[in-house]
């Protein structure tokens, strides 16, 4: 098998992997806050906001080590725009999350499911080619 395809398929399940941590906390979360009378117009975006900081840490350690396979310690730098970036394609993952929750009126989980594939296919060329090159 070649480099270049396994790279994409360690991508894709590293992929899997964040989203699962970032669909339980999301999850997980927002029935929290929904059942401490927080109205579900904040309690989703409040989640969101929590899950997608802990994925993006995830994903960071996941990413260098076991998808690039980069083990030279960049310091805190690589890290930066790694976040920096995820922070950029977190905001717009956000608003498409609003836009598929608020105005085309998706239920929250599939707004999340719709916002979460753009961001993923965003974000592996970005990382490929912008952080760990």
């Known amino acids: 098998m070649n480099k270049q395809l396994l790279e994409s ?3 894709l399940v590293m992929g899997v992997l964040t989203t699962l941590v970032n669909y339980v906390i999301y999850h997980v979360l927002d029935l929290l806050l929904q059942k401490q009378s927080i109205s579900p117009f904040f309690s989703y975006k409040i ?3 929590v899950a ?3 994925a993006v840490v995830f994903a ?3 990413n260098k ?3 690039f396979q980069k083990t030279e310690k960049k310091g805190i730098q690589e890290f930066i725009s790694f976040f920096s970036l995820r922070v950029f394609s977190g ?3 956000f608003f498409l999350l609003v836009f ?3 105005i ?3 239920s929250h989980g599939l707004g999340w499911l719709g916002s979460s594939v753009i961001n993923l296919v965003g974000n592996y060329f970005a990382s490929k080619f912008l952080i760990f090159k």
């Open 65 to 67: 080590f076991f998808v």
């Open 100 to 102: 598929f929750v608020d």
């Open 9 to 11: 398929i360690r991508y």
């Open 91 to 93: 905001i717009a993952s």
């Open 60 to 62: 960071y350690y996941g």
């Open 47 to 49: 989640s969101y906001g």
């Open 104 to 106: 085309l009126h998706f």
């Open 52 to 54: 997608f900081f802990l």
